[in-house]
């Protein structure tokens, strides 16, 4: 879903160059950072991206403020749909985490319950027609407020989705420490799967270790694959929508397959959305439980 591609400036010879849909997609793809272009490597703890900092910041703040409303406005008398709604979504959660995680789940199912509204709320910002964010920003740059680039989706930035998932990996070594403490935690490291010989201990905990890494790093790069493959395509029917901008006499064609293809792909992608959020939190679920249970 799109409207015109922006033949905004992409850079600071923009005004001089032409418009490509390699440049086009580019600019949408580029996060606002602190060091004015695109990240150099991989790992790189000196870059903070601004966009991705605040749409997740705002999205988590609406997920507890729509959580508090639920709770208070929460009554036994007959139940409106928004009440009908986060209790289905409240009991679903509480289902899912009293089959996996056997123990004390005071806060786990909360937990689960707000990653899982957060994630919605924060995939749900693929669903923004691609070039209204640049709009917008050209709007901002009216009041003198300069923004060279603007990412509106979190779960698109690699960033923000290993953040999410070492986050969850944190919470997996304070649950295993909780519950069989730290000697027991240090004990199973190192002698899970292959026993406790103290000759196995290097190999067990090397094998560990890797797990433990491997499952932040897939948690992490599964949300982000299947947002970041989707955000692709809704830009690739954007420029279905306005090849005559690449100078293509199909304009009426290409207005035609934008609207189609663009709707049909955003219906399908809220099913992307919905399950990309529950798949996060089943795994946020499992790996807490496997902190619980005992080698």
Not at 270 to 281: H, P, R
């Given at each position: 879903?799109?409207?015109?591609?922006?033949?905004?400036?992409?850079?600071?010879?923009?005004?001089?160059e032409p418009l490509t849909p390699t440049a086009y997609i580019a600019e949408h793809l580029q996060n606002l950072n602190n060091i004015g272009g695109p990240q150099s490597?991989?790992?790189?703890?000196?870059?903070i991206?601004?966009?991705?900092?605040?749409?997740?910041?705002?999205?988590?703040?609406?997920?507890?403020?729509?959580?508090?409303?639920?709770?208070?406005?929460?009554?036994?008398?007959?139940?409106?749909?928004?009440?009908?709604?986060?209790?289905m979504l409240v009991e679903m959660v509480e289902t899912q985490s009293k089959g996996i995680v056997h123990g004390d789940r005071s806060y786990i199912a909360p937990l689960a319950l707000f990653v899982f509204c957060w994630i919605i709320l924060l995939n749900t910002l693929d669903l923004v027609p691609v070039d209204w964010v640049v709009g917008v920003n050209h709007f901002i740059e009216g009041f003198g407020v300069h923004v060279p680039h603007h990412k509106i989706v979190p779960t698109t930035d690699l960033n923000a989705t290993l953040g999410l998932s070492f986050s969850v990996l944190l919470l997996v070594f304070f649950y295993s420490i909780k519950v069989k403490g730290l000697g027991g935690f240090i004990h199973e490291l190192v002698?899970?799967?292959?026993?406790?010989?103290?000759?196995?201990?290097?190999?067990?905990?090397?094998?560990?270790?890797?797990?433990?890494?491997?499952?932040?790093?897939s948690l992490g790069m599964r949300l982000f694959g299947n947002m970041y493959a989707g955000e692709l395509i809704f830009l690739l029917i954007a420029l279905l929508g306005s090849i005559w901008t690449f100078n293509l006499d199909l304009s009426m064609l290409g207005f035609v397959g934008n609207v189609l293809a663009g709707s049909a792909w955003a219906?399908?992608?809220?099913?992307?959305?919905?399950?990309?959020?529950?798949?996060?939190?089943?795994?946020?679920l499992v790996y807490i439980g496997q902190a619980h249970s005992h080698h």
């Open positions: 879903m799109s409207s015109e591609v922006n033949a905004a400036a992409t850079g600071p010879n923009a005004a001089s490597s991989i790992i790189d703890f000196s870059v991206h601004f966009d991705t900092m605040f749409w997740t910041t705002l999205m988590g703040l609406v997920t507890v403020f729509l959580l508090m409303i639920a709770a208070r406005r929460a009554s036994p008398g007959v139940p409106g749909r928004f009440q009908c709604l986060v209790e002698s899970a799967p292959f026993g406790a010989k103290w000759y196995l201990a290097p190999f067990n905990l090397v094998l560990n270790i890797i797990e433990y890494v491997a499952k932040g790093v219906i399908f992608h809220i099913l992307v959305i919905l399950l990309q959020a529950f798949i996060f939190m089943m795994l946020t």
